[in-house]
């Protein structure tokens, strides 16, 4: 049976970097048909693309792959995926950017020993730095919440122009349309003053 090759890309919708990882696949496989492309995050492998492309390899076949972070973002799940390919499948799979996670190099249990390390190295060393990351932006969200600083919406005043239209309003004198008018608020921000002044969040 004739080994077969596939690419197989992943870009989040932000990414720009689709053309570059689709011309250095085409450099290793001469059909476009048989490079697969999701534009979806990592964090799983439910993706419609890669489902596609491991349903159609077989034993001896090879997937490129542009980087791992590419393959996935999840320690556990690219190691569970990694196996499934290697070993039930028994097809191979080629990091590009990585030299030493080429399974074709290896055919002896030191190289499979050799791959899983190295596998299992870059994993953690990827969810170390996501972990630092959401680290960082918690941090900055705190500090700015201690200086002051509103990240949300900022909160409407609740002014005593307001307080008289409310007053006015619930006596049946003005309408709703009317305070609003006044208070120079839409229909959603005056009815959440409300609700505040109500609950005397003042």
């Given amino acids: 049976m004739n080994t077969r090759k596939f690419g197989y890309i992943r870009v989040s919708s932000k990414d720009q970097n689709e053309d570059r990882q689709i011309e250095a696949m085409k450099q290793l496989i001469t059909d476009e048909r048989d490079i697969f492309v999701d534009k979806q995050s990592g964090r799983d492998f439910n993706r419609e693309q890669y489902q596609l492309v491991k349903r159609m390899l077989r034993k001896d076949d090879i997937l490129y792959i542009h980087s791992l972070d590419r393959f996935g973002r999840n320690k556990e799940a690219i190691l569970q995926e990694w196996k499934d390919i290697t070993q039930n499948i028994q097809a191979h799979i080629v990091v ?57 919406r900022p909160t409407t005043e609740i002014t005593q122009e307001f307080i008289d239209s409310y007053n006015q309003w619930k006596e ?11 208070c120079n608020m839409t229909s959603p921000t005056f009815y959440r003053v409300v609700q505040r002044y109500e609950n005397r969040e003042v």
């Fill in 96 to 152: 590009l950017d990585m030299p030493l996670l080429d399974t074709t190099q290896y055919k002896d249990s030191l190289g499979t020993l050799i791959t899983d390390l190295v596998l299992q190295i870059l994993s953690w060393l990827a969810e170390e730095e996501r972990t630092k990351i959401k680290t960082r932006q918690r941090e900055g969200i705190e500090a700015a919440k201690k200086k002051g600083k509103n990240l949300g």
């Fill in 172 to 182: 049946g004198k003005v309408t709703a349309l009317y305070a609003m008018k006044r």
